[in-house]
């Protein structure tokens, strides 16, 4: 069964069907990752570039592993020293890459929508890694495929994000695959990083941390942007850590064993104290794990859709 | 050319003086020969069956970007005209977001030299000028030299005027000229960053917003200052349920404001920014369905005086980027009187009658031009469209340089079918 679009552009709107084979598909591959020999050959003589407008080291480390992993040929972007710096638009750009006969394009961009528009002006599929604010549905795939691995389900689940849910892609695309998969979610976080209606795609919206905790089986701390409009947001990072930094402490207090996620980087001490973001409940680092997987899925659907 | 035809049978809709009846007008040299009932055409005058057809004054388009001088790539003076006539415009008053700005008196003599020349003069340009000098809100722009010069109004437009002190200085200045000062209501300061409306769409597709209440709170602050001044106060574009509330209010304690509302505002929301399509960018921002319902009350009960398109040209190329790098705008002109007619007409919101009046008698009472008299031995200046027709929107088709709007392809009803003013007739085909 073939995913129903061309391009990956995000989870608002996709069936859960489409949802499930990805998380499904994304099984097999996380047990190639488990082998002596990690290569397989489904995406042999096909093209993946990765056009990166926005500084990345996780996402694009891991989509490249990805594609070389199902032995795809590989083509690196990255703005700095690029054609962009230069004044070349997104559609020069995607075209002049796409003119040299390549199959896929990976982008992440920091204008919402951006992959969107590249998705009407050339013919290889698009595959979003992180628009803006508006989507990074991988990174919400992995965390799903995370929360499966853990829980054996979503559908029931209660997940609250935590942080700056206005300028979160990852709220975002968490929220649409989440809800899609029939799990609950709540966002929480200061009033002035949550934004309007959000209640109305279905999320409960909480400004205290200890009415929520006691009802969740997993958190997703978002990070917080030292540099994000200082003092005008939020008054200070120390006053941040104090309200809804995720300790040791404040977790005891629940009385509940809540996994704890995070899409990284971590600031330490902010968002999340050391001792949480290292212990037994945190599963950081195998989210970063299955993103491979869960990318292979999304490359090897699109790649090999006829 | 000659401008002499008999016009025959159509509806004359003359709000200036109260008739709505059927009529046949004999036009000699583009001047008014005759009203009268079943008029026989002399000979070598070819009649023009009108039947079913609207006769009204010219009609005026009070928010138009001509982009003449510095923006020649977008649209021209010529092209502009050109698209005003297609579009059922026999006037237009045009923005001074110009480079250089029109914020001084040879600006407006080089537009009006150009107007003159553009299709012999069949379109009247009107220069709106700064208020401020290169309308960055520090000094006030030479308002008296401007006035004198036939500037018809004062904005600093898409940079509105913040600061307190000067919009009141504005005003007390301008009063003394008996000239509006035209808004672009906007507070900066809550509006900043943002490309489209905050609330749940954008919400969804992760744009920075710009708040209704941006809109509402300047609305605000400008309405007491027009009062305490005594100045005349002109709302450009208003887009919020908020500002329609303000203005209605604000008519009621004898506040001398007036405002105008474009048809995208009261045609699309903001669930049309869903596609991404930076045609459906443009500032003010597509609000939501509650602010539509607001406006087309407020152009029902009056509060809203004027239609104006706020025609914004931009290049094929400027708009084919990602959503936030597109410039605000679209074009207007040539899609006013079919979305006016679907939208309001057709659902009983505005009768034609009304529709005239705000399309041609209350923006030029607002700029104080003197009113269209259609009546024998003067210069016809009329507007005459077909309110049945049902047409596309092609895009490609379009008189102005540029083909930024979001309307291509729409069905609508309601289709100018031509003008005539100054001696001179325009039949868009």
């Known amino acids: 069964m073939p995913l129903r679009s061309k391009h990956f552009l995000g989870l608002d709107g996709m069936p859960r069907e489409d949802i499930e084979l990805i998380l499904d598909t994304a099984v097999s591959f996380r047990e190639v990752l488990e082998r002596p020999i990690k290569k397989v050959p489904p995406l042999q003589g096909k093209t993946v570039a990765n056009l990166f407008f926005e500084s990345s080291t996780r996402t694009r480390l891991s989509f490249e592993l990805a594609e070389r992993r199902l032995s795809a040929d590989v083509l690196g972007f990255q703005a700095a020293g690029s054609s962009v710096e230069k004044g070349e638009t997104l559609k020069d750009t995607a075209r002049n890459i796409e003119a040299m006969k390549i199959d896929m394009v990976v982008m992440r961009h920091s204008a919402a929508g951006a992959p969107h528009y590249l998705s009407t002006v050339i013919d290889s599929s698009v595959i979003n890694a992180g ?176 | ?94 923005m001074p977001n110009t480079n250089p700005a029109i914020d001084d008196e040879a600006v407006i003599k080089f537009i009006q030299e150009r107007a003159r020349a553009a299709l012999g003069g069949l379109v009247d340009v009107y220069a709106v000028a700064a208020v401020t000098v290169g309308r960055k809100g520090e000094q006030l722009a030479p308002l008296a030299e401007l006035a004198t010069a036939g500037a018809v109004g004062f904005t600093d437009d898409g940079d509105p005027v913040s ?46 917003g710009m708040p209704a209440l941006a809109e509402d709170v300047m609305v605000a602050r400008d309405i007491e200052l027009a009062a305490f001044t005594g100045a005349q106060y002109h709302v450009a574009h208003m887009s919020t349920a908020g500002c329609v509330e303000l203005v209605r209010n604000a008519k009621r ?51 809203i005086d004027v239609i104006a398109t706020d025609h914004a040209p931009h290049s094929f190329d400027e708009k084919q980027v990602e959503f936030q790098c597109a410039p605000f705008g679209i074009v207007g002109l040539e899609t006013a009187i079919g979305l006016t007619v679907t939208e309001l007409f057709t659902k009983g919101i505005l009768s034609l009658y009304q529709l005239v009046e705000k ?62 003013n100054n001696g001179r007739v325009y039949w868009n085909t």
């Open chain 2, 253 to 303: 304690r004898g506040v001398s404001v007036t405002c105008e509302v474009t048809p995208h505002h009261f045609t699309l929301t903001d669930d049309a920014v869903r596609s991404y399509d930076t045609n459906t960018k443009m500032n003010p921002p597509l609000r939501t369905r509650d602010d539509v319902e607001a406006l087309k009350e407020g152009l029902r009960d009056g509060t």
């Open chain 1, 131 to 306: 628009d803006g604010w508006h989507e990074h549905p991988t990174q919400a795939l992995l965390d799903m495929y995370t929360l499966r691995e853990k829980f054996g389900r979503l559908e029931g689940l209660h997940v609250c994000i935590v942080g700056d849910i206005a300028h979160s892609r990852v709220a975002r695309s968490n929220i649409y695959g989440l809800t899609t998969m029939g799990a609950k979610v709540s966002v929480c976080g200061p009033a002035t990083l949550i934004p309007r209606e959000i209640e109305r795609l279905g999320v409960d919206v909480y400004y205290h941390l200890d009415d929520v905790l006691p009802h969740v089986d997993a958190l997703n701390i978002l990070r917080i942007q030292l540099e994000r409009d200082a003092g005008r947001l939020f008054p200070s990072l120390r006053e941040y850590h104090n309200f809804y930094g995720i300790t040791r402490q404040r977790l005891e207090k629940a009385g509940r064993d809540i996994v704890i996620m995070h899409p990284g980087p971590i600031n330490r001490d902010v968002e999340i104290s050391a001792d949480v973001a290292d212990s037994d409940n945190s599963v950081i680092l195998q989210q970063v794990l299955n993103g491979v997987a869960v990318r292979m899925a999304v490359l090897y659907l699109l790649g090999t859709r006829t």
């Open chain 2, 1 to 94: 050319m000659r401008t002499t035809y008999l016009l025959h049978a159509g509806r004359l809709i003359d709000p200036v003086s109260g008739r709505d009846e059927i009529v046949d007008i004999l036009l000699h040299d583009g001047i008014i020969e005759k009203i009268g009932a079943h008029l026989s055409a002399p000979p070598d005058v070819e009649a023009v069956d009108f039947r079913g057809k609207i006769i009204a004054p010219g009609f005026f388009d009070m928010h138009v970007h001509l982009r003449e001088p510095g923006y020649e790539y977008k649209e021209t003076i010529l092209t502009g005209c050109t698209a005003a006539a297609a579009g059922g415009f026999t006037g237009m008053a045009c």
């Open chain 2, 163 to 208: 600061d307190g002190e000067m919009m009141r200085r504005a005003f007390e200045y301008a009063r003394m000229f008996n000239k509006p000062i035209i808004q672009h209501a906007q507070d900066l300061s809550l509006s900043r960053g943002g490309v489209m409306n905050e609330g749940f769409n954008a919400t969804t597709l992760g744009l920075p």
């Open chain 2, 359 to 420: 399309f041609s008698t209350n923006p030029r009472r607002i700029l104080h031009l003197p009113p269209i008299l259609v009546r024998e031995g003067e210069q016809a200046n009329l507007t005459i469209f077909d309110p049945s027709v049902t047409w596309q929107v092609d895009v490609h088709r379009f008189k102005s340089k540029s083909k930024n709007s979001p309307f291509h392809g729409y069905a609508l009803q309601g289709k100018p079918i031509c003008v005539v």
